[in-house]
């Protein structure tokens, strides 16, 4: 393949390094959201052995606060599986367009580098692979200084309360989002593309309106990721 030849698979100390320092300005704002879930996890009855465990094990903001909403509701476990799968689901089509470049990697490296795999990480290892530079340092050090600046943040707000209660106050609740928006305007322009975004956006959008909570993520990933499998299978077949 040509992505071999081109060694876009390529990994190594500074590519990884060089993928941490390229996240970090990003990763400054995820202390506030690490913060906020901190004070909310105090507030809810959580040890702090507990709050800092769930952010270092599952590193997702969304689903992490979500489980908080359904603490201490008697809520059935599978209930909560079932919610932090949905937040999360958009994670196997992650998985799905790195695999191209995944693949020549061990198994246990390759799932290693996938637990790490989060929106910011992801839209520009994406981006590096669609220059022709490899991508997997974007993706594996930009994880690394995400979790690290989660979990700290964590522990910033079990240890000094209410430090940032409100993100939304300040602005941050839109960084992540505007941060995604410019990966996309900066990154491939064309009619397929624009026809994946529009697709899945619209899809997001009718699923928020009518069906159950949360349900929008899932959708919107799968309706936007099968319309791009098809659409490239088709174009290369041509």
Not at 61 to 71: D, I, P, V
Not at 121 to 132: I, P
Request: hydrophobic letters at 55%; proline letters at 4%; aromatic letters at 12%.
């Amino acid at each position: 393949m040509a992505d071999a030849d081109q060694g876009l698979h390529q990994l190594d100390g500074p590519l990884i390094w060089s993928g941490f320092k390229q996240l970090a300005p990003i990763a400054l704002f995820v202390i506030a959201f690490g913060i906020a879930f901190g004070v909310a996890a105090a507030q809810e009855g959580l040890s702090a052995a507990m709050t800092i465990s769930m952010s270092a094990l599952v590193f997702a903001g969304a689903s992490q606060f979500a489980t908080l909403e359904l603490w201490g509701a008697q809520v059935p476990l599978f209930t909560i599986l079932i919610t932090v799968f949905a937040i999360n689901a958009r994670h196997l089509l992650m998985g799905a367009t790195l695999f191209p470049w995944l693949k020549h990697l061990p198994p246990a490296k390759r799932y290693a580098v996938m637990a790490v795999a989060s929106d910011a990480n992801w839209a520009m290892s994406m981006q590096a692979f669609s220059r022709g530079q490899p991508g997997l340092g974007l993706l594996v050090g930009g994880g690394l200084v995400l979790w690290l600046f989660w979990v700290i943040g964590t522990w910033l707000g079990i240890s000094f309360g209410s430090a940032i209660q409100n993100p939304k106050s300040l602005g941050l609740d839109m960084v992540m989002g505007c941060f995604l928006l410019a990966m996309v305007v900066g990154g491939e322009k064309n009619l397929r593309m624009l026809f994946i975004w529009a697709t899945a956006a619209l899809s997001s959008l009718l699923a928020y309106w009518y069906l159950p909570e949360n349900s929008h993520v899932i959708t919107g990933a799968l309706a936007g990721g099968i319309l791009g499998t098809v659409w490239q299978e088709q174009h290369h077949e041509r």
